[in-house]
């Protein structure tokens, strides 16, 4: 933290400035009466953080920012019985906003003291009119959960924001599996097999119906496709493999009058692979219309997914499918402007971001191939997403090939040697896929 910054608990003496502070900032967004709210949460503080009137919370924490000795914001937050904090609020005087991150630094200072607290997830309320503290949040990881028209003040929308405080051993799991998400080709008889056993093993847990015939039935869509006729009824078939070419993710597509695109079936073994498909095929189903929809039963990982990627909750669809399960209708808005998105791992993204890796190495699956020169791509960690500029591609025929040309500090650069890049690669993609070709992808952030 800079030297000139302190952040500390607030005193008896901040009273004052912390109920002016929150009335001046939040009278445009929120009806009721602020110094009374600043009145009770600040006494909470200074009674050792315990609110004898509320029911949920255990402990209320209200710390002052000061630069040079003179203070500049507050951050409030409040323990939950559930294992939770909400930040309610954040607030920096008109002085000190959008200099020296020092909102950044509130923030992160709730963020650690909550996970001293081992709190699962940080939460808050933001006013879709404060769009500076919109953007705010949402750059810092927090999710969009909802809104509510109307809800603390007639005409101002409140938005519900949220952020997972994922345990390291969370983000290593979602970075050791590697998954690929490509069209699925009827080619290959023990494919097709893995698809029928994926589906007729785990689709009947949400939906009726689901037999041989069912998958007959969606094969026979998929051997339509040429046709582009939505009233064929055709269907796209998409598979999430790891990396033995074992299936843990289908996704079938059916393009819709009026352009729509249902994506059902659409299932997965674990959230590495949900999040895989997600994130992969609506770039790839640009072409066949404007708008995603999702018939599904999510969990409650999966719906973290969903609305950290973008996805919409439309419905609830009580018995829609089975007597005992609500099916949710989920949908994603897709066009000319849909950015293609790469998944990463945290440590190269964090490596990319820093500028010490500028070549990002992939295997030449068609989606990869029609990558081009100047495309902007959305790079997505499990934690972070990114914007990067591919500055040049360049084609070899195998690893080894590429290595004789390509630096390897460029692509790896916390790796020792060339042969451990080798090493590296090959476990990733076994040999055929290294057969599809190797891409380089120089990339420079945006």
């Not at 039963?297 to 007597?323: H, I």
């Amino acid at each position: 933290m800079n030297a000139n910054v302190l952040i500390r608990d607030a005193r008896q003496n901040d009273f004052d400035w912390v109920v002016e502070l929150m009335q001046e900032a939040l009278e445009p967004y929120y009806g009721g009466d602020h110094r009374a709210h600043a009145k009770r949460i600040f006494d909470a503080h200074i009674l050792g953080g315990q609110d004898h009137v509320g029911f949920f919370s255990f402990k209320q924490s209200m710390f002052v920012l000061e630069v040079q000795g003179e203070k500049a914001g507050i951050i409030h937050v409040v323990g939950k019985r559930q294992s939770t904090y909400k930040i309610s609020p954040l607030i920096l005087s008109q002085k000190y906003q959008g200099k020296g991150g020092l909102g950044s630094m509130l923030l992160s200072y709730a963020e650690n003291y909550a996970q001293a607290h081992e709190a699962r997830q940080l939460y808050c309320t933001v006013a879709e009119k404060n769009f500076s503290a919109m953007q705010f949040f949402l750059r810092k990881g927090f999710i969009r959960a909802g809104s509510s028209d109307s809800h603390y003040k007639n005409g101002v929308t409140e938005t519900m924001l949220y952020k997972p405080l994922r345990e390291k051993a969370q983000v290593e799991r979602f970075d050791e599996v590697n998954i690929s998400v490509i069209p699925f080709s009827d080619i290959n008889p023990d494919l097709r097999n893995q698809v029928a056993r994926i589906l007729l093993e785990r689709l009947p847990e949400s939906f009726e119906g689901i037999d041989e015939k069912w998958i007959s039935s969606l094969f026979e869509g998929y051997a339509r496709r040429d046709t582009a006729d939505v009233n064929s009824k055709y269907k796209l078939i998409f598979v999430a493999l790891d990396g033995k070419g074992k299936v843990v993710g289908v996704a079938g597509a059916t393009p819709k009058k009026g352009s729509p695109i249902k994506v059902m079936p659409f299932i997965a073994t674990d959230n590495v692979a949900f999040e895989a498909l997600l994130i992969d095929i609506p770039h790839q189903l640009v072409s066949y219309g404007h708008k995603l929809y999702i018939h599904i039963n999510p969990t409650v990982e999966e719906v973290v997914s969903l609305q950290r990627l973008g996805w919409k909750l439309d419905a609830a669809l009580p018995g829609a499918y089975r007597p005992e399960i609500t099916t949710q209708q989920w949908s994603l808005k897709i066009g000319e402007n849909t950015m293609r998105t790469m998944r990463i791992k945290q440590r190269f993204f964090d490596l990319i971001k820093s500028g010490a890796k500028q070549l990002e190495v992939r295997v030449g699956y068609d989606s990869i191939n029609r990558i081009t020169i100047g495309e902007s791509i959305n790079l997505i960690s499990k934690t972070s997403t990114m914007n990067v500029r591919v500055k040049d591609i360049r084609k070899y025929t195998n690893f080894g090939l590429m290595l004789e040309k390509e630096p390897y500090s460029m692509i790896a650069p916390d790796v020792s040697s060339k042969t451990e890049l080798l090493k590296l690669l090959r476990n990733i993609y076994p040999s055929d896929k290294e057969k599809l070709g190797v891409v380089v992808l120089e990339l420079e952030v945006k």
